[in-house]
């Protein structure tokens, strides 16, 4: 398993030609409930699609990336308290949990879900690629997929086997996200040694000569993660997820 972890890769070509079996996909969900969750209420959903024509709606959502068409399948993990609410009722109890902890909670139940699911399908050699975009168009992406009030999109994955072999993406050294004991503050040394090999890789300097830059962090402040973009974004899916938890 650590070896499957340390080489993964994000896919985004899949074979045309080669589809995923039904036992494959089923060990695949049944990797992502034996995630560690809260209170063991696993709150969250899996919604697969493979059916052209819902991928073909889903893929304008998702910013046009043609993985959304092309993959054999697109799985959406949803952060979900419908399910778990309903059975409180019908065991005469009533549920608490449309509130902005709840929905934090099965958010992280949701995220440990999905990247079990991951790790499972690349153990079965199939390229898994994680797409942000879900967060950005939650409302419309649970219309698609016919979503009720207390079931909001977290993040989706595309799956396939892979027509790509990418090298893998680089990180950070370990040392700049590792803390004993307590949080040490970075200071400006050890910001520009932890960044430096990243910067300095001729790709990511064809990138910022290519948006007529200074450096990465302007491409990242002032191309793709644009203040604009974050405030518009983080308003959009706060008032969905505001509206299908019902928070006051």
């Known amino acids: 398993m650590k070896s499957i972890i340390h080489s993964h890769k994000s896919i985004r ?5 080669r589809t995923v079996d039904d036992d494959i996909l ?24 493979s059916q052209p024509k819902i991928k073909q709606q889903l893929m304008p959502l998702h910013f046009n990336q043609p993985m959304v068409e092309h993959a054999p399948l697109v799985i959406t993990f949803c952060a979900d308290i419908n399910r778990f609410s309903h ?7 009533e549920p608490c949990y449309d509130n902005f902890l709840w929905f934090s909670t099965a958010l992280t139940d949701t995220i440990i879900a999905a990247e079990n699911a ?12 994680f797409l942000g975009t879900t967060m ?19 993040v989706t994955m595309t799956a396939g086997y892979p027509a790509e072999e990418p090298p ?8 700049a996200v590792l803390h004993f004991e307590t949080y040490k503050q970075y200071t400006d040394e050890d910001i520009n040694k932890y960044y430096s090999d990243f910067e300095n890789l001729d790709k ?24 604009e973009a974050g405030n518009l974004f ?15």
């Open 168 to 175: 893998l993406t680089e990180r950070l050294p370990y040392e």
């Open 13 to 17: 070509a899949y074979s045309s030609v």
């Open 87 to 93: 059975w409180c009722k019908l065991r005469g109890t």
């Open 26 to 49: 089923l060990k695949i969900v049944k990797a992502a409930i034996r995630g560690s969750n809260t209170g063991n209420m696993q709150l969250y959903s899996i919604v697969i699609t």
């Open 234 to 248: 983080s308003k959009k899916y706060l008032d969905f997820v505001k509206k299908s938890f019902r928070m006051e």
């Open 118 to 129: 991951a790790v499972e399908a690349e153990y079965h050699e199939l390229g898994i690629c």
């Open 204 to 227: 990511i300097k064809e990138i910022v000569k290519q948006n007529n830059l200074n450096n990465l962090a302007e491409v990242f402040t002032q191309k793709r993660y644009t203040k």
């Open 136 to 154: 950005y168009n939650a409302e419309e992406i649970a219309k698609v997929l016919n979503l009720p009030k207390g079931v909001v999109p977290v």
